[in-house]
């Protein structure tokens, strides 16, 4: 996670002003508790993921934007919102330094069916199947969700040290007049057995920031 750390501090280099100009940015995106019911931690990914059941670090960033503000277009059909709120996340600016990092590590003839460019970031559906920079694959998608795997790269099909869920949601709500999006992560150890959470308490607070980030920067790629 120690690009989580390094990105957070870019955005705090200029002081305190620029701390909290980042605060005041993200403070329409607000996490909500996750219910143990919930769906992610039923789905066939996570119970062959996490075999051993290990203790997971799990939240959900909720964003909601008024209708009125959202591209018409992506309202049109079906999914093509929660595919543009996909896009955005890989493709804006919140996602340009780890993005960067991983394709000066990973990028290459190996991994050039993956999406790396922005252009291909923010074109594509994100279908089962879609690899992005080596780090995540798209495993389930329905009309509202994208969900990928992550922790490692996706060559690496088998149980993992280091693993996850990462869904990305939009919900069009016009009883009251909003679209909400979503960003829910669950992360944990997948291989052998571990009694404690996969990161320690200042790393889940950087992890959440940084979740802030990606949501709002997800949220340009859906204006009008």
Known sequence: ????????KLTT????ATLGAFFWATRKDVFV?????????????????????NPSVHDL?????PLSD???????KKGKLAEAF???VWSGWGYAFQRAYLARKYQGPETASQLWSRDELRSSP???????????????????????????SPRNQGVRPSDGLFEMSAVVKPEEGVAEFGLKSCLFQGLG????????????????????????????????
């Not at 996670?1 to 957070?8: L, R, W």
């Not at 280099?13 to 305190?16: L, N, P, Q, S």
């Open 13 to 16: 280099y200029g002081g305190t």
């Open 193 to 224: 057995k571990a009694e404690a959470a996969p990161m320690p308490a200042h790393i889940i607070w950087l992890h959440k920031q940084y979740a802030k980030l990606w949501s709002e920067t997800a949220i340009q790629n859906v204006l009008r």
């Open 86 to 88: 996909c896009a955005g």
């Open 70 to 76: 959202i591209n018409p277009a992506l309202l049109e």
């Open 61 to 65: 960033c909720i964003r909601r934007v």
């Open 126 to 152: 994100y279908d089962v199947g879609t690899l992005i920079t080596d780090h995540f694959e798209v495993v389930e998608k329905t009309s509202d969700r994208i969900v990928v795997r992550c922790g490692d």
């Open 1 to 8: 996670m120690g690009f989580i750390t390094k990105a957070f």
């Open 33 to 53: 508790p996750m219910s143990p019911t919930d769906p992610i931690f039923q789905s066939s990914h996570y119970q062959k993921q996490n075999p051993e059941n």
